[in-house]
T-cell receptor, first 114, second 116 residues
């Protein structure tokens, strides 16, 4: 099972649409969760952290479900500028390695169409 | 100059060459990282340095050798690479590396490496 799994997409949505991405993680010892955004041929940038109680930042809402080991990102009122790849990132302790690891998903590509 | 910079931006090298990638951060951070991003694979964390000491090494082949002479600079020395090592190598920095707190990663633009 992949450590952090995301639907690769692409998700093609019209402007103004609401779109949701899910991400599942396999390590039950995961402690911190994030969404990063990576524009085409650019470096990743932090979009938002994901808190246990869920959190919102403008049009973006992140949720965490520890029992089912998944996190989600909801984008409302999509803009053309939201077109990017969204990376799910999980930090946790891996007993095999005996260390903390930052693990990235492959990303979900979003294209917002005029 | 601000943020995280990387040089060179593009590099083509033969399998017998030795080259180095350079990363510099101007953010006053204590932790620096090397990542590898290959097509259709997730971003892979290679090395973590905190206060110039290597704290994580994720089973990376010895043909990749990191060096952190101070908290602002990070190098990745490359020798006898394989074609499958062709990828985008991203450097990042964060305020600190901690087991209990995860700090935002600030990425550089990356070096696009092609091994021929």
């Amino acid at each position: 099972r992949k450590e952090v799994e995301q639907d690769p997409g692409p998700f093609n949505v019209p402007e103004g649409a609401t779109v949701a991405f899910n991400c599942t993680y396999s390590n039950s010892a995961s402690q911190s969760f994030f969404w990063y955004r990576q524009d085409c041929r650019k470096e990743p940038k932090l979009l938002m952290s994901v808190y246990s109680s869920g959190n919102e930042d403008g049009r973006f809402t992140a949720q965490l479900n520890r029992a089912s080991q998944y996190i989600s990102l909801l984008i409302r009122d999509s803009k053309l500028s939201d077109s990017a790849t969204y990376l799910c990132v999980v930090k946790g302790f891996y007993s095999g390695a005996g260390s903390y690891q930052l693990t990235f998903g492959k990303g979900t590509k979003l294209s917002v169409i005029p | 100059e601000t943020g995280v910079t990387q040089t060179p931006r593009h590099l083509v090298m033969g399998m017998t060459n030795k080259k180095s990638l350079k990363c510099e951060q101007h953010l006053g951070h204590n932790a620096m990282y090397w990542y590898k991003q290959s097509a259709k694979k997730p971003l892979e964390l290679m090395f973590v340095y905190s206060l110039e000491e290597r704290v994580e090494n994720n089973s990376v082949p010895s043909r990749f050798s990191p060096e952190c002479p101070n908290s602002s600079h990070l190098f990745l020395h490359l020798h006898t690479l394989q074609p499958e090592d062709s990828a985008l190598y991203l450097c990042a920095s964060s305020q600190d590396w901690s087991s209990t707190i995860t700090y935002e990663q600030y990425f550089g633009p990356g070096t696009r490496l092609t091994v021929t």
